[in-house]
């Protein structure tokens, strides 16, 4: 079954920096790769996804690249904030209708 | 998006009693849903597979006489813990998607804090 690695599992940079969350999945069948945000005690969040007929999706500061070949995908925060502070989640699917699989996930914190 | 309730959002419960947790798709059908655990600062788990109308299917290690899941409807799934530990404690969440293709997102249940006392 599907493996999804994701690295580092903290980080933590300086409010306007840039954060970079990387993951790896194993299954070359996956087609649809989520990133989550999830705050303590509730559901996680989607903040971006792509499939993988896209090499690279963005939306205001986040970004999410996807190289297909090397099988791994990561997420690219800009200019962080303070808000950002969280902890994020990848994740991999194949088919529709299939579970997603998660990695460990990354405790982001931005110092102001 | 589409709108997934999972009830109860906390339970408490004694040690060898069952709970039972809701996973309700609001405004969709779902022929399958997941159950996922999420121990304190962990990842999520998936537990199983719930299939509408059949049997659901169990990942590795997880014990399906200890969680019965049951998916009577195209809109409701329930994850019973049977005889619960103090090991069960946890937070279990479910998910559903639109299953036909383009539809991709997965949406989550608030989740559900079992602590076993």
């Known amino acids: 079954g599907e493996n999804v690695e994701q690295h580092p599992s903290t980080l933590s940079v300086q409010e306007g920096d840039s954060a970079v969350i990387k993951c790896t999945y194993s299954?070359?069948?996956?087609?649809?790769f989520p990133w989550y945000k999830q705050e303590l005690g509730k559901r996680p969040q989607l903040i971006i996804d792509?499939?993988?007929?896209?090499g690279e999706k963005k939306d205001q500061r986040i970004a999410v690249t996807l190289n297909k070949t090397a099988k791994h995908f990561s997420l690219h925060i800009t200019e962080t904030q303070p808000e950002d502070s969280a902890v994020y989640f990848c994740?991999?699917?194949?088919?529709?209708?299939?579970?997603?699989?998660f990695g460990k996930g990354t405790t982001l914190s931005v110092s102001s | 998006g589409a709108v997934v309730s999972q009830h109860p959002s906390r339970v408490i419960c004694k040690s060898g009693t069952s709970v039972k947790i809701e996973c309700r798709s609001l405004d969709f059908q779902a022929t399958t849903m997941f159950w996922y655990r999420q121990f304190p600062k962990q990842s999520l788990m998936l537990m199983a597979t719930s299939n509408e109308g059949s049997k659901a299917t169990y990942e590795q290690g997880v014990e399906k006489d200890k969680f019965l899941i049951n998916h009577a409807s195209l809109t409701l799934s329930t994850l019973t813990v049977t005889s619960a530990h103090p090991e069960d404690s946890s937070f279990y969440i479910c998910s559903a998607s639109v299953s036909e293709w383009p539809y991709t997102e997965a949406f989550f249940g608030q989740g559900t804090r079992l602590t076993v006392v």
């Open positions: 299954d070359s069948a996956s087609n649809y």
């Open positions: 792509i499939r993988s007929n896209v």
């Open positions: 994740a991999a699917r194949g088919q529709a209708g299939t579970a997603l699989i």
